[in-house]
């Protein structure tokens, strides 16, 4: 009987030639919970077999003795034993081929492709057939706030007010809708702080390209008289004040505020500085005092819209009662309403308007991919190149235009809106107000949408040249005019968001009893939708009706702390009433 342990050289040659005589007898590895049978001796291989495959089998048998006393010694090197396996491993297979296995090419995420031209050309003979009599803008808003309604109720003061704590002038940014955002939290930090409010100045923005001063676009003696007894407004700085400033505004000590700053931060840090006085001696006993100014700029979304309700009632006043267009933006928006009311006398003046963001400022923005052309390609590096030089080039960016489709971050198409529209229950007769810019693709990119609603009218077409000229040149009157249509229309869909659209739900809730009258869709499920090659118009009808009546149940929403008061604007500037009073 051999023993295993105590083993030295003269033990391990005893133990080789004993396991050699009997290959039944097992070795036993230090550390090991079993017993791993030696290597059989090799049987007598015919002289017609390989050589090489004898040698091969002979050597496995060494090594595994060898091996085998090496751990006894050293039981630390069970650690790299793992490395060991593989290595002899890789050294049997040296002579294995190890070429690359085929490519295999994924299809892309469903929805992360456009495709909706395909789904069009596939349902268009049917869509052209489901020409319903009843049309859906006689019947779209169907549902009610718990049995109440809301109405405007926001009261300007009748109080006198107290001495001002200085003069406020803030610049603001942006477009037209940015601009009314920085307006009206002027007007709110004013009142707040006790303040004069300049009348504010316009940024020239590069996009906009828009030159155009507050008075151009609002009715600026109606604003400062409206808001009178609540905020003083006044067009200018007064003339001792700017003549401490060289005549120049921009020596102003300039205000950095943080974006959505909350009112503490203009009660201690802004009020302070406002406060502060400066004192000349003029003569024995005779002292002037004046109040400081202080400049704000940039000012787009430096208030917080988690207000107390006092303030709230300052950007209610301002947004909804004082800021009213120039008279001639808004003598010809009324008459581009009154002209889409006589078009649409068959629905009783109803007519449907849609905000298509699909200018080709918007399109790059967007970094999305629509027909994958070569020239679509060149037009967007170019536009992101003028608009916005060197933000998509950055080192490190990268720009993946299939998750921006699924994450519903691409605009919407005009032959999308049309799918939409159609699905939804909007006929062919239906009298459509689009407000855009240039849509990118001109003719072309439209065809599509005017098939499905040849109806379709833009300010362009309802007015004549001589009757826009004085707006063309400028971007925020044109988007003036687009607002007033969109504003009286029956139903307003947006396609894109931002601050228009936001806008002009919160003002249409203002106006219709709490109801925004607004269409949203959801663009992540339409992504899929329109990435279905399966797609049945039945089916397709199916899924726009839910997604119109959902926007029908979200037509009322209260405002929560962190929402836009502009887009909510109950319950701070509205009120309740029970359907069944007849008091107001």
Same mark, same amino acid.
């Given at each position: ?226 808001? !009178? ?5 006044? =067009? &200018? #700085?007064?003339?001792? %004040?700017? +003549?401490?400033?060289?005549?120049? $505004? ?10 959505? !700053? ?5 009660? =201690? &840090? #802004?009020?302070?500085? %406002?406060? +502060?006085?400066?004192?000349?001696? $003029? ?302």
């Amino acid at each position: 009987m051999i023993t295993t342990h105590g083993v030295d050289e003269g033990g391990g040659k005893a133990m080789i030639s004993q396991a050699e005589r009997d290959p039944s007898i097992q070795i036993r590895l230090p550390g090991s919970s079993h017993s791993s049978p030696s290597s059989p001796p090799s049987p007598s291989l015919p002289r017609s077999k390989s050589t090489s495959q004898a040698n091969q089998t002979f050597v496995q048998r060494i090594s595994w003795i060898v091996l085998s006393v090496i751990l006894r010694r050293h039981r630390r090197i069970l650690l790299f034993a793992p490395v060991i396996y593989i290595s002899c491993m890789l050294f049997h297979m040296r002579t294995a081929s190890f070429d690359a296995g085929p490519t295999i090419h994924r299809r892309p995420a469903p929805g992360s492709v456009y495709r909706s031209p395909q789904v069009y050309a596939k349902l268009r003979a049917v869509i052209d057939a489901d020409n319903a009599t009843a049309d859906a803008i006689s019947t779209i808003w169907k549902r009610s706030y718990k049995g109440v309604e809301w109405k405007p109720c926001v009261n300007k003061s009748n109080g006198v007010l107290p001495e001002s704590n200085g003069f406020i002038f803030i610049e603001a940014n942006g477009g037209l809708n940015q601009q009314r955002t920085s307006i009206c939290n002027a007007v709110a930090v004013a009142g707040y702080l006790n303040a004069t409010l300049v009348i504010p100045n316009f940024h020239y923005h590069s996009i906009w390209k828009d030159p155009s001063k507050f008075g151009d676009i609002y009715d600026e003696e109606y604003f400062i008289s409206t808001l !009178a007894n609540d905020v003083r407004v006044v =067009d &200018s #700085v007064p003339e001792y %004040l700017m +003549e401490r400033f060289d005549y120049n $505004l921009t020596n102003v000590y300039n205000f950095r505020v943080k974006a959505w !700053a909350p009112t503490s931060y203009y009660r =201690d &840090s #802004v009020l302070p500085k %406002l406060l +502060e006085e400066k004192t000349q001696v $003029l003569e024995v006993f005779v002292v002037f005092s004046w109040h400081r100014v202080i400049r704000i700029s940039p000012f787009a979304n430096r208030l917080s819209f988690d207000a107390p309700r006092a303030i709230q009632k300052f950007r209610c006043l301002a947004n909804n009662v004082a800021l009213r267009f120039a008279k001639p933006i808004l003598t010809q928006g009324e008459t581009l309403v009154k002209k889409m009311k006589k078009l649409s006398a068959n629905n009783t003046g109803k007519y449907v308007s849609v905000h298509l963001r699909f200018e080709e400022d918007m399109v790059a923005f967007s970094c999305c991919v629509f027909d994958g052309g070569n020239q679509e390609k060149q037009d967007m590096i170019a536009a992101r190149e003028r608009g916005w030089k060197g933000k998509f080039t950055k080192p490190g960016r990268v720009i993946r235009p299939g998750a921006n489709r699924l994450n519903g971050k691409c605009p919407l198409t005009p032959l999308e809106v049309g799918l939409i529209l159609r699905g939804m229950g909007f006929n062919k007769s239906t009298y459509i107000y689009l407000a855009s810019g240039p849509i990118y693709g001109g003719n072309r990119t439209m065809a599509p949408l005017l098939e499905m609603f040849p109806n379709l009218q833009t300010k362009e077409m309802l007015a004549s040249e001589e009757e826009l000229a004085p707006f063309k040149s400028f971007s925020s009157r044109m988007a003036a005019l687009d607002y007033t249509v969109c504003l009286h229309s029956e139903v307003f869909v947006t396609t894109q968001g931002g601050n228009f659209p936001h806008f002009l739900m919160g003002h249409r809730r203002y106006l219709f009893g709490g109801h925004s009258k607004t269409i949203r869709p959801d663009k992540r499920k339409l992504a899929v939708l329109f990435d279905n090659p399966k797609l049945s118009w039945r089916s397709f009808k199916h899924q726009m009706l839910n997604m119109r009546s959902h926007s029908d149940s979200k037509g009322f929403e209260l405002k929560r702390s962190s929402d836009s008061i502009y887009i909510f604007p109950c319950p701070d500037c509205m009120c309740r009433r029970n359907k069944t009073t007849a008091t107001t």
